[in-house]
């Protein structure tokens, strides 16, 4: 079902006002995650005034540590809620177990999986059976086989709404925290019909490289972007050190739409 080859016109996800595919550029912006209604309504409000499409918050956190912050759980839900209620923005949020449906159902506009569960075949096949679109991020070492058969998991069970997002991967080098993997968007544009989106944010680890990256993945063909925007990122609970601020954003979001028109 995401081979290109059964289904040559590019699928176009839709999630309230927002659409990616079939050559729209949309931006999803927010927080790694959700730390209080001022933080998060602050922020929504922000990248809703520089054009983000979607709002993106993390309730559920998957941390390397078990020590670290793990989000605030359903209240977090709760006021990205109150977010787009501010905002029109829709939603999303990460899922990281089955059990989460039901509530994900209810609350979230678009269902993300994070690189560490792009494998974890019971949760794929689950949220294959949600109304929502979701958003696959590619594992840390997965080749784009691996990742697009996981795309295959969730279409299986009959939800075909699914956006790919290149967040980089896992080589030798030490210095950004990921490697963004550029051929990654032709490569899946070619095998798949499916919209693919790049987190330049995870991909560096650096708030400085994420401008760079981000106009590579545009120049790239990227259907669009996932970018982590915080009000205060030295004391961000999760991922400070990666997020901009919102007037980095705004200034970003300048540069890329010069770009996109040129694309
Ligand atoms: C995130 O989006 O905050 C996140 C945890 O991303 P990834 O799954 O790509 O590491
Ligand atoms: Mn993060």
């Given at each position: 079902?995401?081979?290109?080859?059964?289904?040559?016109?590019?699928?176009?996800?839709?999630a309230?006002?927002?659409?990616?595919?079939?050559?729209?550029?949309?931006?999803?912006?927010?927080?790694?995650?959700?730390?209080?209604?001022?933080?998060?309504?602050?922020?929504?409000?922000?990248?809703?005034?520089?054009?983000?499409?979607?709002?993106?918050?993390?309730?559920?956190?998957?941390?390397?540590?078990?020590?670290?912050?793990?989000?605030?759980?359903?209240?977090?839900?709760?006021?990205?809620?109150?977010?787009?209620?501010?905002?029109?923005?829709?939603?999303?949020?990460?899922?990281?177990?089955?059990?989460?449906?039901?509530?994900?159902?209810?609350?979230?506009d678009?269902v993300?999986?994070?690189?560490?569960?792009?494998q974890?075949?019971?949760?794929?096949?689950e949220?294959?059976?949600?109304?929502?679109?979701?958003l696959?991020?590619?594992?840390?070492?997965?080749?784009?086989?691996?990742?697009?058969?996981?795309a295959?998991?969730?279409?299986?069970?009959?939800?075909?709404?699914?956006?790919?997002?290149?967040?980089?991967?896992?080589?030798?080098?030490?210095?950004t925290?990921?490697?963004?993997?550029?051929?990654?968007?032709?490569?899946?544009?070619?095998?798949?019909?499916?919209?693919?989106?790049?987190?330049?944010?995870?991909?560096?680890?650096?708030?400085?490289?994420v401008?760079?990256?981000?106009?590579?993945?545009?120049?790239?063909?990227a259907?669009?972007l996932?970018?982590?925007?915080?009000?205060?990122?030295?004391?961000?609970?999760c991922?400070?050190?990666?997020s901009?601020?919102?007037?980095?954003?705004?200034?970003?979001?300048?540069?890329?739409?010069?770009?996109?028109?040129?694309?």
């Open positions: 079902k995401a081979n290109r080859k059964f289904h040559p016109e590019d699928t176009i996800v839709r309230g006002e927002a659409v990616i595919g079939g050559g729209n550029f949309s931006v999803i912006a927010g927080p790694c995650s959700v730390e209080s209604e001022e933080q998060v309504v602050g922020i929504a409000e922000a990248v809703k005034a520089s054009g983000a499409a979607m709002l993106r918050g993390g309730a559920f956190k998957p941390r390397t540590s078990p020590y670290s912050f793990q989000g605030m759980g359903t209240p977090g839900l709760d006021l990205l809620l109150e977010a787009k209620k501010a905002t029109g923005l829709p939603i999303v949020s990460e899922i990281m177990a089955p059990r989460y449906v039901e509530l994900f159902e209810e609350k979230v678009v993300q999986i994070g690189a560490r569960n792009m974890n075949f019971d949760l794929l096949k949220v294959g059976r949600m109304s929502k679109p979701i696959l991020k590619r594992g840390l070492s997965n080749s784009y086989e691996e990742w697009i058969m996981s295959e998991y969730i279409m299986s069970e009959g939800n075909e709404n699914v956006i790919l997002c290149e967040r980089g991967i896992r080589t030798f080098e030490t210095y925290r990921n490697t963004l993997d550029l051929s990654a968007i032709p490569a899946v544009k070619k095998m798949s019909h499916l919209p693919i989106i790049v987190d330049p944010s995870h991909a560096a680890g650096m708030a400085w490289m401008e760079p990256l981000a106009m590579a993945a545009i120049a790239a063909g259907d669009g996932i970018i982590e925007v915080h009000n205060d990122p030295p004391r961000a609970k991922d400070g050190q990666q901009l601020t919102p007037a980095q954003f705004d200034i970003l979001m300048r540069k890329m739409g010069v770009l996109v028109d040129l694309m």
